[in-house]
């Protein structure tokens, strides 16, 4: 029997609506902050604080993840979360997911992101890359992780990619790293 997981997905946009709503379909718990002001009605369960989150398996943050003044990327949310009060509340053990996209030295800005916002996995994609990015159905990504290795995930369509991010996601969680 699989393994459900306790998931939090932050803020971002519609894109995080969706990642949230295929971690629920897969069977997992997922808690959103950061979403409330989205329009379609779903099943996810919404969170009005980070009370909580030191539970979670894993958290998911959006792209990108703050904004300039240190806030949390939340446009669909009236609240003014940092993404510092968020990551003090973690415990060891716990997975913090992070993306970057990218125009030029794709593994070294995303290295240093990886390391800035203590991620144990980031996603990276190049916008510089044929099939990647927005106004596609496909995407190309290199998965970076704490421990210094490296993935590059081919072209593929988007929800193949979230299925491969999701599964080396839950792997850390299973590996205990």
């Not at 992070?98 to 800005?109: I, K, R, V």
């Amino acid at each position: 029997m699989k393994r459900s997981y306790d998931i939090w997905v932050l803020g971002g946009d519609l894109r995080q609506v969706k990642l949230a709503q295929l971690l629920q379909q897969e069977g997992h718990r997922v808690q959103v902050l950061g979403m409330e002001l989205r329009s379609e009605p779903d099943q996810l369960t919404d969170r009005d604080s980070w009370k909580g989150i030191e539970t979670a398996d894993c958290v998911v943050l959006p792209l990108p993840a703050e904004k300039a003044d240190g806030m949390l990327n939340a446009p669909l949310s009236q609240r003014r979360i940092t993404l510092a009060q968020i990551v003090e509340r973690m415990k060891p053990g716990q997975l913090l997911c992070g993306f970057a996209m990218e125009t030029q030295n794709l593994l070294d800005n995303a290295a240093d992101k990886l390391r800035r916002k203590n991620c144990d996995m980031l996603v990276a994609n190049s916008l510089r890359d044929a099939g990647a990015g927005f106004g596609t159905d496909t995407n190309i990504a290199t998965l970076l992780f704490a421990d210094g290795r490296q993935e590059t995930a081919p072209l593929m369509q988007k929800e193949a990619l979230a299925d491969v991010i999701l599964d080396r996601l839950l792997g850390l969680s299973q590996s205990g790293q």
